[in-house]
């Protein structure tokens, strides 16, 4: 299994990350089998390349299925932030790309507060509307065997309210049918917003994952969302892995991969 930390954009950036996962041939096809590849969220903003990036995500995902394997794309903050209209973030080019979206009217009276040419963007993403549809098929969080994923982090309050009951809220929300909380969708201690693992945890938060672990139950915790340009991070003994390197060319970083097998942790970076 491997995981690939934020892409913001980046398509360049997302096909050497899939590559160094094992993941794709030099012609973007799957290549990886049996592989379980997961993206911990954030394909958007801060680049132009998001359409392409979840147009190829979306068709790996299909083609690992056949190979028997397995392709997670999960949602983060920047996913969320399109879907409540929070488009500050997004490029020039990322508003051509969805300016005239299919199944988007733009005459859309709810769009009327927003400038004409981010019109088609709005709605597109919109609850509802054709790729807020797309990111009603994803998960917020996700456990695979000893492992759990999520964009930002996990704390025990998440654990207790359900980890399925979380993603069923945010999905039917970007379905259209039905409202999402606020502290889910930007409270900072929300599961795509909360930091604390990541920026050199102390003992006291280290205590509160390992109970936030037990109560999954898993043995360790796959973010994204804080960047790390100088590589994947790690803390309270193994338990978090922070894996958002910063690889968009926004960052400028360079592609990591996290590989898990069993249990032995490895960091991928580009030779």
């Given amino acids: 299994m491997v995981a690939l930390g934020d892409l913001h954009g980046d398509f360049e950036a997302t096909r050497a990350a899939l590559r160094l ?4 041939d030099p012609q973007d096809r799957w290549i990886g089998k049996e592989l379980v590849v997961v993206q911990t969220g954030d394909q958007l903003d801060r680049g132009d390349g998001e359409r392409k990036i979840l147009e190829l995500l979306e068709r790996l995902q299909t083609e690992a299925r056949a190979a028997g ?11 969320l932030m ?6 500050r973030y997004v490029t020039a080019g990322g508003f051509l790309d969805f300016e005239h979206e299919p199944g988007v009217d733009l005459a859309d009276p709810r769009a009327a507060r927003v400038p004409e040419p981010m019109r088609g963007r709005w709605l597109a993403f919109a609850p509802g509307g054709p790729w807020a549809r797309k990111l009603a098929t994803r998960p917020v969080v996700l456990v695979i065997g000893e492992t759990v994923f999520t964009h930002g982090g996990l704390l025990p309050q998440h654990v207790r309210r359900g980890l399925d009951t979380i993603n069923d809220e945010v999905q039917r929300w970007l379905r ?3 409202e999402i909380s606020p502290e889910i969708l930007q409270d900072d201690e929300s599961p795509v917003w909360v930091r604390r693992y990541c920026l050199e945890p102390k003992p006291a938060e280290c205590d509160v994952l390992r109970e936030t672990l037990a109560a999954v139950p898993a043995k360790r915790l ?3 969302h804080t960047v790390h340009k100088e590589g994947v991070f790690s803390a309270c003994d193994g338990a978090v892995w922070c894996i958002d390197v910063g690889m968009a060319a926004y960052y400028g970083g360079h592609p990591e991969a996290l590989e898990i097998v069993g249990d032995k942790v490895t960091v991928l970076r580009e030779p």
Wanted: charged content about 10%; aromatic content about 0%; overall charge negative.
């Fill in 21 to 24: 996962a094992g993941a794709i």
């Fill in 82 to 87: 399109n879907a409540a209209g929070d488009l």
């Fill in 222 to 224: 796959v973010v994204g």
């Fill in 176 to 178: 259209g049918d039905g």
């Fill in 69 to 79: 394997g397995a392709l997670h794309v999960l949602n983060g903050n920047h996913e």
